[in-house]
């Protein structure tokens, strides 16, 4: 079935340091993937998208690539900080209009 | 924030009894959501909207009514509550059909509703 998921479910990062979360999507035919970030007590927040005619997209101080061949998709944070911290979703489109959200990674960032 | 006001934010309601929750956009936006989102299963689609009266049902839309009389505003209906319906309920907006290219969900922040 349709599946997005999270390679890991939490992930620990020293100030200053560069953050990669990932994500695999199961539907080959997703042509459209959206990362957001979800801090405590807040709704979900846009970061970045990528469409599937792309093999990377770069936003500030993020950076998405996707490798379509292994259904790959992952969040690159530069110069993590504090403010980081929260939880990371990747979502997938199968059909138009349609969004398949994945769980969520936690992103820590120690001081 | 995309000019998205939930209210309210935290509601808490006893087992039969109706709840409605309000969702209110400034951006105009045609199309509005309403997700659930419970541990283990992410963010769910219950009902959405594609403009005034024109509502149609998610994956788990079993329990819930909305509706759809301003552009601005998307109510979520839960008839009578039960506890499984215990949850954090998120509101969404987008220019287009969610999920086509550079038409992004914006989410409100969310409103915690325990049925007791």
């Known amino acids: 079935g349709e599946s997005v998921g999270l390679h890991l479910p939490t992930l620990s990062v020293q100030e200053g340091d560069n953050s990669i979360i990932n994500c695999a999507y199961s539907?080959?035919?997703?042509?459209?993937f959206i990362w957001y970030k979800q801090e405590s007590g807040k709704g979900p927040q846009f970061i970045i998208d990528?469409?599937?005619?792309?093999d990377k997209r770069q936003g500030q101080r993020v950076t998405v690539l996707l490798n379509k061949t292994v259904k790959h998709l992952s969040l690159q944070i530069a110069a993590t900080q504090p403010g980081d911290s929260a939880v990371y979703f990747c979502?997938?489109?199968?059909?138009?209009?349609?969004?398949?959200f994945g769980q969520g990674t936690t992103l820590q960032v120690k001081p | 924030d995309a000019g998205i006001t939930q209210s309210p934010r935290h509601k808490v309601t006893e087992t039969g009894t109706p709840v409605t929750l309000r969702c209110h956009q400034t951006?105009?936006?045609?199309?509005m959501y309403w997700y659930r989102q419970d541990p283990g299963h992410g963010l769910r689609l219950i009902h959405y909207?594609?403009?005034?009266?024109?509502?149609d049902k998610g994956e788990v839309s079993d329990g819930y009514s909305v509706s759809r009389s301003k552009t601005e505003d998307f109510l979520l209906t839960l008839e009578s509550a039960t506890s499984s319906q215990t949850s954090v309920y998120f509101c969404?907006?987008?220019?287009?059909?969610?999920?086509?290219?550079?038409?992004?969900?914006?989410f409100g922040n969310g409103t915690r509703l325990t049925v007791t």
């Open positions: 539907n080959s035919a997703s042509d459209y």
């Open positions: 951006e105009n936006h045609r199309y």
């Open positions: 909207s594609y403009g005034v009266k024109d509502t």
């Open positions: 979502a997938e489109t199968p059909i138009p209009g349609k969004l398949i």
């Open positions: 969404a907006i987008s220019e287009s059909a969610g999920g086509s290219y550079n038409s992004p969900l914006h």
């Open positions: 990528i469409r599937s005619n792309m």
